[in-house]
């Protein structure tokens, strides 16, 4: 397992922007991705990179949402622009061999969007 901690959580207003961060233990995976929890709804993969590196999203973040990462300090990011409401939750980060197929995860970071 690979030790993920989240952080860059907060409360914004709709148009705003946040830059959450996972920091991890060096690299032991293949795949990793941001993935959030509202209340009452199913946990849902925001962003990743797949085994094979390149990105994915998931269709109500395209455009506004990017992930990012730095070899050198075993960090990848979620920089989120033009948030909306409905982007609240708690967003955790977590990591395996396959996009989807994760055994770490983080502890999440709160992330709420007002109107």
């Known amino acids: 397992q690979v030790n993920l901690v989240e952080s860059g959580g907060g409360s914004v207003r709709a148009g705003g922007s946040l830059r959450l961060s996972c920091t991890t233990s060096?690299?032991?995976?293949?795949?990793i991705a941001w993935l959030r929890q509202a209340p009452g709804k199913q946990r849902e993969l925001v962003a990743g990179?797949?085994?094979?590196?390149?990105?994915s999203y998931a269709d109500s973040v395209k455009g506004r949402f990017t992930i990012s990462r730095d070899n050198n300090k075993n960090t990848v990011y979620l920089q989120m622009n033009s948030l909306k409401p409905e982007d609240t939750g708690l967003y955790f980060c977590?990591?395996?061999?396959?996009?989807?197929?994760?055994?770490?995860w983080g502890q999440g970071t709160q992330v709420t969007v007002s109107s």
């Open positions: 060096p690299r032991a995976f293949s795949a």
């Open positions: 977590a990591a395996g061999r396959l996009l989807g197929s994760f055994n770490s």
């Open positions: 990179f797949t085994s094979g590196g390149t990105t």
